[in-house]
């Protein structure tokens, strides 16, 4: 008899050590998460600058990645001639993957808009198409991807 009274107080003092550490856990995790905001709301207010640096600098590479994948674009169609017939057909995939890559990104979009008439007006209509004009596209779109390089750059460095 005296044995199941020691195990039963026994049963009871583990209940309330681990009664005791479950309020200590939730003391320290409130506690830590006080911190967490405090050292939030310091930052928001002190290192706003940093923070719209990064941000901007995190923007900034991704719309570089953009411009060299367009970049590599624009090198695929000086391998093809738009004036031989079994080439014109790759040259007017390869822009209509430009167009829709410009399409899809707003920043890039707005750069290019007047290239993307032109584009839509060539793959729509591929008799006109030519080796000079598919040239004087790739010049546009290069010259195009330089200012906004140029841009991006005065971007960075200004902040």
């Known amino acids: ?3 199941s009274i020691n195990g ?3 049963g009871m003092i583990f209940k309330d050590v681990v009664s005791n550490i479950n309020i200590y856990l939730i003391f320290l995790s409130a506690l ?3 911190i967490a905001s405090g050292i939030a709301i310091y ?3 002190f290192k706003r600058t940093k923070i719209s640096s ?16 367009l970049k590599s674009k624009i090198e695929r169609l000086n391998d093809f001639n ?9 040259v007017i995939n390869i822009l209509s993957e430009i167009q829709g890559h410009i399409i899809g990104n707003k920043i890039l979009k ?3 808009n007047d290239i993307l008439v032109k584009i839509n007006r060539y793959t729509g209509n591929t008799k006109d198409f030519s080796e000079p004009i598919k040239r004087s596209l790739i010049s546009e779109i290069r010259e195009t991807i ?14």
Not at 82 to 90: C, G, I, L, M, S
Not at 146 to 159: C, H
């Open 43 to 45: 930052i928001f207010f």
């Open 54 to 69: 990064a941000i901007n600098l995190l923007l900034n590479f991704s719309n570089q990645l953009s411009l060299s994948d």
């Open 8 to 10: 039963l107080n026994n």
């Open 110 to 112: 707005e750069h290019f």
């Open 146 to 159: 330089r200012n906004i390089d140029v841009s991006n750059y005065k971007i960075v460095i200004k902040n």
């Open 1 to 3: 008899m005296q044995e």
């Open 32 to 34: 830590f998460t006080s």
């Open 82 to 90: 738009a004036n031989e017939p079994t080439h014109k057909e790759n």
